[in-house]
T-cell receptor, first 113, second 110 residues
Framework: DAGVIQSPRHEVTEMGQEVTLRCKPISGHDYLFWYRQTMMRGLELLIYFNNNVPIDDSGMPEDRFSAKMPNASFSTLKIQPSEPRDSAVYFC???????????FGPGTRLTVL | GNSVTQMEGPVTLSEEAFLTINCTYTATGYPSLFWYVQYPGEGLQLLLKATKADDKGSNKGFEATYRKETTSFHLEKGSVQVSDSAVYFC?????????FGQGTRLTINP
């Protein structure tokens, strides 16, 4: 099993640019989560999907952030336009049903200059 | 609401010392409780979990007991090793999502 795959691992961009982060969950998992990790705020849940449908997006900071899950094996988190305060590590995680077992990807370290 | 409060770090210990990292929670209902560990440059890994009151989770010498009366889930290890250096997160799951504490950075010196 390849685990949760995220790309890119590192992204450096300039303020105002669009950024797209990608995630491939573990095959067979029906829940997908996007988290953001910063020194100031720790780990925050941004949004999660069940069977490709967004269930709770109350953690999405503002309209600049959007997330999609067009199919069971792919999700994107987009920031447009990006700002320096968006600099963080973004983690994707997946789980299956009520397993109480979440698997995290290695994260994407985003730096917005 | 649901929240987790962890002992502030960083924590620095010598090898073979006893470790305790405190964790308390606020929750509606009866959540499951977890400890996750994050090694440098990696994602989070499940260390242990407990799903009901008085359950003890254990793994790799680490233990934590679900205490409903004190709403706590403190992490302990009797003798730490240099390889235990990492960031530790306490978390709870009221439903299908995880709510994390701030994390505690642990450094073990040889």
């Amino acid at each position: 099993d390849a685990g949760v795959i995220q790309s890119p691992r590192h992204e450096v961009t300039e303020m105002g640019q669009e950024v797209t982060l990608r995630c491939k969950p573990i095959s067979g998992h029906d829940y997908l989560f996007w988290y953001r990790q910063t020194m100031m705020r720790g780990l925050e849940l941004l949004i999660y999907f069940n069977n490709n449908v967004p269930i709770d997006d109350s953690g999405m900071p503002e309209d600049r952030f959007s997330a999609k899950m067009p199919n069971a094996s792919f999700s994107t988190l987009k920031i447009q336009p990006s700002e320096p305060r968006d600099s963080a590590v973004y983690f994707c995680a997946s789980s299956r049903g009520l397993s109480l077992r979440w698997f995290f990807g290695p994260g994407t370290r985003l730096t917005v200059l | 609401g649901n929240s987790v409060t962890q002992m502030e770090g960083p924590v620095t210990l010598s090898e073979e010392a006893f470790l305790t990292i405190n964790c308390t929670y606020t929750a509606t209902g009866y959540p499951s409780l977890f400890w996750y560990v994050q090694y440098p440059g990696e994602g989070l890994q499940l260390l242990l979990k407990a799903t009901k009151a008085d359950d003890k989770g254990s793994n790799k010498g680490f233990e934590a007991t679900y205490r409903k009366e004190t709403t706590s889930f403190h992490l302990e290890k009797g003798s730490v090793q240099v390889s235990d250096s990492a960031v530790y997160f306490c978390a709870l799951s009221p439903a299908q999502k995880l709510v994390f504490g701030q994390g505690t950075r642990l450094t073990i010196n040889p």
